[in-house]
Protein backbone atom coordinates (compact mmCIF):
# COMPACT_ATOMS: atom_id res chain seq x y z
CA UNK A 1 0.00 0.00 0.00
CA UNK A 2 1.35 3.81 -0.84
CA UNK A 3 0.36 6.36 1.40
CA UNK A 4 -0.30 10.08 0.24
CA UNK A 5 3.32 10.44 0.54
CA UNK A 6 4.54 8.12 -1.14
CA UNK A 7 5.82 5.21 2.06
CA UNK A 8 5.57 1.97 0.39
CA UNK A 9 4.15 -0.53 2.91
CA UNK A 10 5.32 -3.74 1.18
CA UNK A 11 4.01 -5.84 3.44
CA UNK A 12 0.09 -5.31 3.67
CA UNK A 13 -0.95 -7.86 6.27
CA UNK A 14 -3.49 -6.80 8.66
CA UNK A 15 -1.81 -6.41 12.15
CA UNK A 16 -4.00 -6.42 15.17
CA UNK A 17 -2.08 -4.22 17.52
CA UNK A 18 -4.93 -3.85 20.25
CA UNK A 19 -4.68 -4.27 24.19
CA UNK A 20 -7.08 -7.20 23.80
CA UNK A 21 -8.87 -9.06 21.56
CA UNK A 22 -5.04 -9.53 20.40
CA UNK A 23 -3.67 -11.79 17.30
CA UNK A 24 -4.01 -15.61 17.44
CA UNK A 25 -1.41 -18.36 17.54
CA UNK A 26 -1.59 -20.58 14.37
CA UNK A 27 -1.39 -23.26 16.42
CA UNK A 28 -4.35 -22.16 18.37
CA UNK A 29 -6.34 -21.05 15.38
CA UNK A 30 -6.45 -24.61 14.01
CA UNK A 31 -7.68 -25.48 17.50
CA UNK A 32 -10.57 -23.48 17.24
CA UNK A 33 -11.28 -25.06 13.54
CA UNK A 34 -11.42 -28.72 15.06
CA UNK A 35 -15.00 -30.33 14.73
CA UNK A 36 -17.22 -30.23 17.58
CA UNK A 37 -16.88 -32.99 20.46
CA UNK A 38 -19.68 -33.23 22.70
CA UNK A 39 -18.54 -31.85 26.67
CA UNK A 40 -19.53 -35.29 28.06
CA UNK A 41 -16.68 -37.42 26.31
CA UNK A 42 -13.84 -39.58 27.30
CA UNK A 43 -11.84 -36.95 24.81
CA UNK A 44 -12.99 -33.62 26.59
CA UNK A 45 -12.78 -34.93 29.99
CA UNK A 46 -9.04 -35.17 29.70
CA UNK A 47 -8.74 -31.68 28.38
CA UNK A 48 -10.79 -30.76 30.98
CA UNK A 49 -8.72 -31.83 32.94
CA UNK A 50 -5.09 -30.97 31.76
CA UNK A 51 -6.22 -27.30 31.40
CA UNK A 52 -7.68 -27.12 35.14
CA UNK A 53 -4.65 -28.53 36.82
CA UNK A 54 -2.17 -26.41 33.90
CA UNK A 55 -3.79 -23.01 34.37
CA UNK A 56 -2.51 -23.14 37.81
CA UNK A 57 0.94 -22.75 37.19
CA UNK A 58 -0.11 -19.80 34.84
CA UNK A 59 -2.00 -18.40 38.07
CA UNK A 60 0.89 -19.37 39.83
CA UNK A 61 -1.17 -21.55 42.76
CA UNK A 62 -1.95 -24.69 44.41
CA UNK A 63 -5.59 -22.95 44.94
CA UNK A 64 -8.27 -24.28 41.95
CA UNK A 65 -8.76 -22.22 38.63
CA UNK A 66 -12.09 -22.44 37.36
CA UNK A 67 -13.30 -21.72 33.99
CA UNK A 68 -16.49 -19.45 33.18
CA UNK A 69 -17.86 -18.62 29.92
CA UNK A 70 -17.96 -14.62 30.19
CA UNK A 71 -16.21 -12.17 29.65
CA UNK A 72 -13.58 -10.45 31.75
CA UNK A 73 -16.46 -8.39 33.58
CA UNK A 74 -18.43 -11.55 34.40
CA UNK A 75 -15.17 -12.78 35.96
CA UNK A 76 -14.39 -9.56 38.06
CA UNK A 77 -18.49 -10.20 39.07
CA UNK A 78 -17.55 -13.43 40.08
CA UNK A 79 -15.39 -12.57 42.47
CA UNK A 80 -17.30 -10.02 44.09
CA UNK A 81 -20.19 -11.93 44.35
CA UNK A 82 -18.52 -15.18 46.14
CA UNK A 83 -17.29 -13.21 48.64
CA UNK A 84 -18.91 -10.22 49.60
CA UNK A 85 -22.02 -9.15 51.50
CA UNK A 86 -24.33 -5.89 51.21
CA UNK A 87 -23.70 -3.14 53.50
CA UNK A 88 -19.98 -4.67 53.24
CA UNK A 89 -17.05 -1.89 53.21
CA UNK A 90 -14.93 -1.91 50.04
CA UNK A 91 -11.76 0.12 48.56
CA UNK A 92 -12.59 0.62 45.21
CA UNK A 93 -9.14 1.82 43.52
CA UNK A 94 -10.11 4.44 40.56
CA UNK A 95 -7.60 4.63 38.16
CA UNK A 96 -9.57 4.60 34.60
CA UNK A 97 -12.34 2.80 32.82
CA UNK A 98 -12.28 -0.85 34.41
CA UNK A 99 -11.30 0.58 37.99
CA UNK A 100 -14.90 2.39 37.49
CA UNK A 101 -16.45 -0.56 36.62
CA UNK A 102 -15.43 -2.32 39.29
CA UNK A 103 -16.40 0.36 41.95
CA UNK A 104 -19.88 0.16 40.51
CA UNK A 105 -20.75 -3.25 40.06
CA UNK A 106 -19.93 -3.26 44.39
CA UNK A 107 -22.11 -0.48 44.74
CA UNK A 108 -25.16 -1.89 42.55
CA UNK A 109 -24.94 -5.20 44.78
CA UNK A 110 -24.87 -2.78 47.97
CA UNK A 111 -21.36 -3.03 49.35
CA UNK A 112 -20.12 0.07 50.87
CA UNK A 113 -17.88 1.45 48.50
CA UNK A 114 -15.46 3.98 49.56
CA UNK A 115 -13.49 5.32 45.83
CA UNK A 116 -9.88 5.54 45.86
CA UNK A 117 -9.60 8.02 42.83
CA UNK A 118 -5.96 8.06 41.42
CA UNK A 119 -5.37 10.54 38.86
CA UNK A 120 -5.92 9.12 35.04
CA UNK A 121 -2.03 8.29 34.06
CA UNK A 122 -1.01 8.01 37.51
CA UNK A 123 -0.51 4.48 39.88
CA UNK A 124 -1.80 4.55 43.13
CA UNK A 125 0.09 5.39 46.16
CA UNK A 126 0.44 2.18 48.81
CA UNK A 127 0.13 4.71 51.78
CA UNK A 128 -2.81 5.74 50.59
CA UNK A 129 -4.15 2.65 51.45
CA UNK A 130 -2.60 1.73 54.13
CA UNK A 131 -4.16 4.82 55.79
CA UNK A 132 -7.60 4.08 54.82
CA UNK A 133 -7.06 0.38 56.43
CA UNK A 134 -5.57 1.79 59.38
CA UNK A 135 -8.49 3.58 59.73
CA UNK A 136 -10.93 1.00 58.31
CA UNK A 137 -9.95 -2.24 59.49
CA UNK A 138 -13.27 -3.84 58.84
CA UNK A 139 -12.90 -3.16 55.44
CA UNK A 140 -13.57 -6.49 53.71
CA UNK A 141 -12.27 -6.23 50.21
CA UNK A 142 -9.81 -4.05 48.60
CA UNK A 143 -10.20 -3.72 44.60
CA UNK A 144 -7.94 -2.70 42.02
CA UNK A 145 -6.80 -3.71 38.27
CA UNK A 146 -3.28 -4.99 38.20
CA UNK A 147 -3.22 -3.01 34.61
CA UNK A 148 -5.52 -0.14 34.37
CA UNK A 149 -5.85 -0.92 30.46
CA UNK A 150 -7.40 2.53 29.68
CA UNK A 151 -4.97 4.30 30.72
CA UNK A 152 -1.87 1.48 30.35
CA UNK A 153 -0.42 1.94 34.08
CA UNK A 154 0.69 -1.10 35.96
CA UNK A 155 -0.85 -0.59 39.78
CA UNK A 156 2.41 -1.70 42.86
CA UNK A 157 0.50 -5.35 43.32
CA UNK A 158 2.81 -6.55 45.17
CA UNK A 159 3.08 -3.85 47.82
CA UNK A 160 -0.47 -3.42 48.17
CA UNK A 161 -0.81 -7.28 49.03
CA UNK A 162 1.81 -6.67 51.59
CA UNK A 163 0.15 -3.86 53.09
CA UNK A 164 -3.90 -5.61 52.91
CA UNK A 165 -2.66 -9.43 53.66
CA UNK A 166 -2.02 -8.18 57.24
CA UNK A 167 -5.38 -7.46 57.91
CA UNK A 168 -7.05 -10.62 58.61
CA UNK A 169 -10.72 -9.84 57.47
CA UNK A 170 -9.80 -7.94 54.05
CA UNK A 171 -9.66 -9.15 50.57
CA UNK A 172 -7.37 -8.28 47.89
CA UNK A 173 -9.10 -9.04 45.00
CA UNK A 174 -7.55 -8.16 41.46
CA UNK A 175 -8.59 -7.47 37.96
CA UNK A 176 -5.51 -9.20 36.10
CA UNK A 177 -7.13 -9.01 32.93
CA UNK A 178 -4.26 -8.06 30.89
CA UNK A 179 -1.67 -8.55 33.57
CA UNK A 180 -1.87 -12.49 34.02
CA UNK A 181 0.18 -14.16 31.55
CA UNK A 182 1.74 -10.71 30.19
CA UNK A 183 3.76 -10.09 33.60
CA UNK A 184 4.61 -11.98 36.86
CA UNK A 185 2.28 -11.82 39.20
CA UNK A 186 2.39 -14.71 41.68
CA UNK A 187 -0.96 -15.09 43.04
CA UNK A 188 0.16 -17.61 46.12
CA UNK A 189 3.44 -15.56 46.87
CA UNK A 190 2.13 -12.32 46.70
CA UNK A 191 -0.74 -13.34 48.76
CA UNK A 192 -3.54 -12.17 46.41
CA UNK A 193 -6.97 -13.52 47.74
CA UNK A 194 -8.85 -13.13 44.39
CA UNK A 195 -7.73 -12.80 40.87
CA UNK A 196 -9.30 -12.46 37.37
CA UNK A 197 -7.92 -12.90 33.83
CA UNK A 198 -9.71 -13.05 30.95
CA UNK A 199 -9.61 -15.16 27.44
CA UNK A 200 -9.08 -12.60 25.03
CA UNK A 201 -6.51 -10.34 26.57
CA UNK A 202 -3.29 -11.98 27.93
CA UNK A 203 -4.33 -15.17 27.27
CA UNK A 204 -4.55 -14.94 23.41
CA UNK A 205 -7.69 -16.55 22.97
CA UNK A 206 -10.89 -15.10 21.46
CA UNK A 207 -13.35 -13.25 23.47
CA UNK A 208 -15.58 -15.18 26.05
CA UNK A 209 -13.94 -16.93 28.95
CA UNK A 210 -12.87 -15.70 32.39
CA UNK A 211 -10.38 -17.32 34.31
CA UNK A 212 -10.60 -16.89 38.40
CA UNK A 213 -9.01 -18.49 41.83
CA UNK A 214 -9.39 -17.47 45.26
CA UNK A 215 -7.20 -17.65 48.14
CA UNK A 216 -7.19 -19.81 51.35
CA UNK A 217 -8.08 -16.92 52.66
CA UNK A 218 -10.68 -15.68 50.47
CA UNK A 219 -12.36 -19.33 50.85
CA UNK A 220 -13.66 -18.52 54.86
CA UNK A 221 -15.73 -16.02 53.81
CA UNK A 222 -17.00 -17.45 50.17
CA UNK A 223 -19.93 -19.77 52.47
CA UNK A 224 -20.98 -16.37 54.04
CA UNK A 225 -21.20 -14.11 51.20
CA UNK A 226 -24.93 -12.45 50.76
CA UNK A 227 -24.93 -10.90 47.66
CA UNK A 228 -27.59 -13.16 44.99
CA UNK A 229 -25.32 -15.66 42.95
CA UNK A 230 -26.19 -18.20 40.95
CA UNK A 231 -24.58 -18.50 37.23
CA UNK A 232 -21.63 -16.97 39.26
CA UNK A 233 -21.78 -19.70 42.17
CA UNK A 234 -18.03 -20.46 42.68
CA UNK A 235 -18.88 -23.31 44.88
CA UNK A 236 -21.20 -24.87 42.27
CA UNK A 237 -18.40 -24.77 40.17
CA UNK A 238 -16.02 -26.29 42.44
CA UNK A 239 -18.20 -29.26 42.75
CA UNK A 240 -18.67 -29.95 39.05
CA UNK A 241 -14.70 -29.62 38.42
CA UNK A 242 -14.36 -32.20 41.40
CA UNK A 243 -16.35 -34.52 39.19
CA UNK A 244 -14.32 -33.86 36.39
CA UNK A 245 -17.14 -31.26 34.49
CA UNK A 246 -18.08 -27.90 34.39
CA UNK A 247 -21.17 -26.74 35.76
CA UNK A 248 -22.94 -25.33 32.99
CA UNK A 249 -21.93 -26.37 29.37
CA UNK A 250 -18.14 -26.68 28.67
CA UNK A 251 -17.33 -24.16 26.59
CA UNK A 252 -15.31 -27.01 24.56
CA UNK A 253 -13.91 -24.58 21.60
CA UNK A 254 -12.02 -21.98 23.73
CA UNK A 255 -11.28 -24.68 26.01
CA UNK A 256 -9.39 -26.39 23.57
CA UNK A 257 -8.08 -23.42 22.67
CA UNK A 258 -6.75 -22.96 26.48
CA UNK A 259 -5.13 -26.60 26.06
CA UNK A 260 -2.82 -25.32 23.49
CA UNK A 261 -1.86 -22.04 25.04
CA UNK A 262 -1.05 -23.58 28.20
CA UNK A 263 1.08 -26.38 26.06
CA UNK A 264 2.86 -23.64 24.37
CA UNK A 265 3.61 -21.37 27.30
CA UNK A 266 4.59 -24.56 29.25
CA UNK A 267 7.34 -25.55 26.18
CA UNK A 268 8.62 -22.07 26.49
CA UNK A 269 8.26 -21.47 30.07
CA UNK A 270 6.77 -18.28 31.74
CA UNK A 271 9.80 -16.15 31.70
CA UNK A 272 10.25 -16.27 27.78
CA UNK A 273 6.64 -15.37 28.11
CA UNK A 274 6.91 -12.18 29.95
CA UNK A 275 10.42 -11.61 28.49
CA UNK A 276 8.83 -11.28 24.67
CA UNK A 277 6.12 -8.83 25.86
CA UNK A 278 8.35 -6.85 27.88
CA UNK A 279 10.49 -6.64 24.64
CA UNK A 280 7.68 -5.43 22.71
CA UNK A 281 6.90 -2.83 25.16
CA UNK A 282 10.25 -1.61 25.04
CA UNK A 283 10.74 -1.17 21.50
CA UNK A 284 7.52 0.69 21.51
CA UNK A 285 8.30 3.07 24.04
CA UNK A 286 11.85 3.94 22.67
CA UNK A 287 10.93 4.24 19.07
CA UNK A 288 7.94 5.70 19.43
CA UNK A 289 9.03 8.87 21.73
CA UNK A 290 11.88 9.47 18.58
CA UNK A 291 8.98 9.85 16.87
CA UNK A 292 7.00 12.53 18.49
CA UNK A 293 4.64 10.74 21.03
CA UNK A 294 5.35 10.90 24.80
CA UNK A 295 4.12 8.34 27.14
CA UNK A 296 1.08 8.79 29.03
CA UNK A 297 1.44 6.34 32.07
CA UNK A 298 3.92 7.47 34.58
CA UNK A 299 4.28 3.83 35.48
CA UNK A 300 3.97 1.78 32.06
CA UNK A 301 2.56 -1.71 31.74
CA UNK A 302 4.38 -4.39 29.79
CA UNK A 303 0.95 -5.30 28.35
CA UNK A 304 -0.45 -2.03 26.65
CA UNK A 305 1.50 1.07 25.95
CA UNK A 306 -0.22 4.50 26.00
CA UNK A 307 1.38 7.37 23.84
CA UNK A 308 0.00 10.70 24.24
CA UNK A 309 -0.09 12.05 21.09
CA UNK A 310 1.12 15.59 19.91
CA UNK A 311 -1.11 18.35 20.95
CA UNK A 312 -1.78 20.15 17.74
CA UNK A 313 -3.10 16.51 16.44
CA UNK A 314 -5.97 14.01 17.21
CA UNK A 315 -5.49 10.63 18.51
CA UNK A 316 -8.98 9.17 17.39
CA UNK A 317 -7.75 10.36 13.89
CA UNK A 318 -4.36 8.80 13.68
CA UNK A 319 -5.93 5.43 15.00
CA UNK A 320 -8.48 5.61 12.03
CA UNK A 321 -5.89 6.27 10.06
CA UNK A 322 -3.87 3.32 11.18
CA UNK A 323 -5.97 1.45 9.86
CA UNK A 324 -7.62 2.52 7.09
CA UNK A 325 -3.81 3.74 4.82
CA UNK A 326 -1.71 1.12 7.01
CA UNK A 327 -3.88 -1.88 7.91
CA UNK A 328 -2.73 -1.76 11.54
CA UNK A 329 -5.44 -1.80 14.18
CA UNK A 330 -4.74 0.03 17.26
CA UNK A 331 -6.91 1.30 19.89
CA UNK A 332 -8.03 5.35 21.31
CA UNK A 333 -8.32 6.49 24.47
CA UNK A 334 -11.52 6.53 26.22
CA UNK A 335 -13.40 8.94 28.18
CA UNK A 336 -11.05 12.15 29.66
CA UNK A 337 -8.42 10.75 27.64
CA UNK A 338 -10.04 10.56 23.95
CA UNK A 339 -8.46 11.92 21.52
CA UNK A 340 -5.01 12.35 23.92
CA UNK A 341 -3.99 9.43 23.56
CA UNK A 342 -3.24 6.19 21.70
CA UNK A 343 -3.21 2.58 23.15
CA UNK A 344 -0.99 -0.01 21.63
CA UNK A 345 -1.12 -3.32 23.02
CA UNK A 346 1.79 -5.92 23.43
CA UNK A 347 0.08 -9.14 24.06
CA UNK A 348 -0.35 -12.00 21.58
CA UNK A 349 1.16 -13.57 18.56
CA UNK A 350 3.23 -10.54 17.35
CA UNK A 351 6.20 -10.81 15.04
CA UNK A 352 9.03 -8.59 14.95
CA UNK A 353 8.28 -7.47 11.41
CA UNK A 354 5.14 -5.93 12.47
CA UNK A 355 6.68 -3.94 15.18
CA UNK A 356 8.70 -2.23 13.02
CA UNK A 357 6.03 -1.68 10.07
CA UNK A 358 4.12 -0.13 13.50
CA UNK A 359 7.17 2.31 14.19
CA UNK A 360 7.14 3.52 10.21
CA UNK A 361 3.80 3.83 10.13
CA UNK A 362 3.02 5.43 13.01
CA UNK A 363 5.61 8.18 11.91
CA UNK A 364 3.60 8.11 8.79
CA UNK A 365 0.01 8.97 10.70
CA UNK A 366 1.62 11.90 12.09
CA UNK A 367 3.47 13.01 8.67
CA UNK A 368 0.00 12.64 7.17
CA UNK A 369 -1.35 15.47 9.99
CA UNK A 370 1.53 17.43 10.02
CA UNK A 371 3.71 17.23 7.40
CA UNK A 372 6.65 19.91 9.04
CA UNK A 373 6.58 17.29 12.56
CA UNK A 374 8.34 14.83 10.77
CA UNK A 375 10.61 13.92 7.81
CA UNK A 376 9.94 10.66 5.74
CA UNK A 377 14.25 10.18 6.43
CA UNK A 378 13.80 11.05 10.04
CA UNK A 379 11.04 7.89 10.02
CA UNK A 380 13.06 5.66 8.00
CA UNK A 381 16.07 6.59 10.87
CA UNK A 382 13.63 5.34 13.55
CA UNK A 383 12.21 2.10 11.59
CA UNK A 384 16.10 1.28 11.06
CA UNK A 385 17.09 1.62 14.61
CA UNK A 386 13.82 -0.19 15.56
CA UNK A 387 15.31 -3.18 13.16
CA UNK A 388 19.02 -2.65 14.60
CA UNK A 389 16.96 -2.43 18.32
CA UNK A 390 15.04 -6.42 18.01
CA UNK A 391 18.18 -7.81 16.36
CA UNK A 392 20.64 -6.85 19.10
CA UNK A 393 18.00 -7.56 22.11
CA UNK A 394 16.59 -10.88 21.33
C1 LIG B 1 -10.75 -5.77 28.93
C2 LIG B 1 -10.75 -5.54 30.38
C3 LIG B 1 -11.87 -5.79 31.16
C4 LIG B 1 -13.20 -6.18 30.61
O1 LIG B 1 -13.16 -7.34 29.93
P1 LIG B 1 -14.40 -7.74 28.99
O2 LIG B 1 -13.90 -9.05 28.46
O3 LIG B 1 -14.53 -6.68 27.96
O4 LIG B 1 -15.60 -7.88 29.84
C5 LIG B 1 -11.76 -5.59 32.52
N1 LIG B 1 -10.63 -5.15 33.09
C6 LIG B 1 -9.54 -4.89 32.37
C7 LIG B 1 -8.32 -4.40 33.07
C8 LIG B 1 -9.56 -5.07 30.99
O5 LIG B 1 -8.47 -4.81 30.27
Not at 120 to 149: F, I, M, Y
Request: charged share 20%.
Amino acid sequence: MTSDDGFNDVSNEYSLLAPGPVNLHPEVRKALALPMIHHRTPEFDKILKRVLENIKKVFQTTQEVFLLTTTGSGGMEALLVNTLSPGDKVLAIVSGKFGERWADMAKHYGASVTVLEVPWGEAVQVSLVEDHLKNNPDTRAVLCQACETSTAVSHPIRELADVISKYSETLFLVDAITALGAYPLPMDEWKIDGLVAGSQKAFMLPTGMAFISFSQKAWKFIEGAKFPRYYFDVRKEKKANASGETFFSSNVAIIRALDVVLNLIQAQGLNKLFHDIHRRAELTRIFAQKLGFTLYAKSPSDSVTALTVPSHMDGQKIRLHLEEAHNITIMGGQDQAKGKIIRVGHMGYIQDQELIRLIASLGHCLRHFDPAFISVEQISMVADEARKWLEQNP
